[in-house]
């Protein structure tokens, strides 16, 4: 999975044209979602999410995904669940302090986000991470969060 997490990080604009094709798609599927019911799709879709992204990414579904923000570097990766940047411990070679033989997610990060069209949303300080949404899906989160904005602003048109 390293060896992976790694090569995706590397071709993170690659998966940024990907994403950036997937999140519409996906986010039309709300109607249908809803008619079935999100609770009932929950289960299916996490399924899927944990699979693709846990192969990708190495992916820890949190429930928060931040990949667009941090260079398709899944932040959960890191010892310490640091979400927003390194800790001071980070080694002279850019490897991390707690396992050694791991290069720090943080500078994978910024190499990353190096890559990417939108690579200053490193910038953009993430929420701690709400661990009330382990192993849920963050795909079905911004759906929901779409859909509710596209209502918010029909609502303002009326």
């Excluded at 790694?6 to 994403?19: K, L, N, P, T």
């Excluded at 799709?41 to 990708?56: M, N, Q, S, W």
């Excluded at 009330?132 to 009326?158: C, F, H």
Aim: glycine share 8%; aromatic share 8%.
């Amino acid at each position: 999975m390293y060896a992976v997490r790694r090569w995706v990080v590397r071709h993170s604009r690659g998966f940024e044209f990907i994403y950036n094709v997937f999140e519409p798609v996906i986010a039309c599927l709300d109607p249908v979602w809803r008619g079935i019911g999100y609770a009932r799709v929950e289960k299916p879709v996490t399924a899927v999410e944990r699979a693709v992204k846990g192969f990708l990414f190495d992916c820890k579904m949190c429930g928060q995904c931040a990949l667009s923000s941090t260079g398709m570097s899944c932040p959960m990766n890191c010892p310490k669940n640091l979400r927003n940047g390194p800790c001071g411990g980070v080694r002279a070679n850019g490897h991390c302090e707690v396992k050694p033989e791991m290069k720090c997610v943080w500078a994978e990060a910024w190499a990353g986000s190096q890559h990417m069209k939108n690579g200053r949303k490193i910038h953009v300080v993430q929420k701690p991470v709400d661990f009330r949404l382990r192993d849920t899906s963050s795909w079905l989160r911004v759906v929901r969060q779409i859909a509710a904005k596209r209502m918010a602003a029909q609502g303002e048109q009326k």
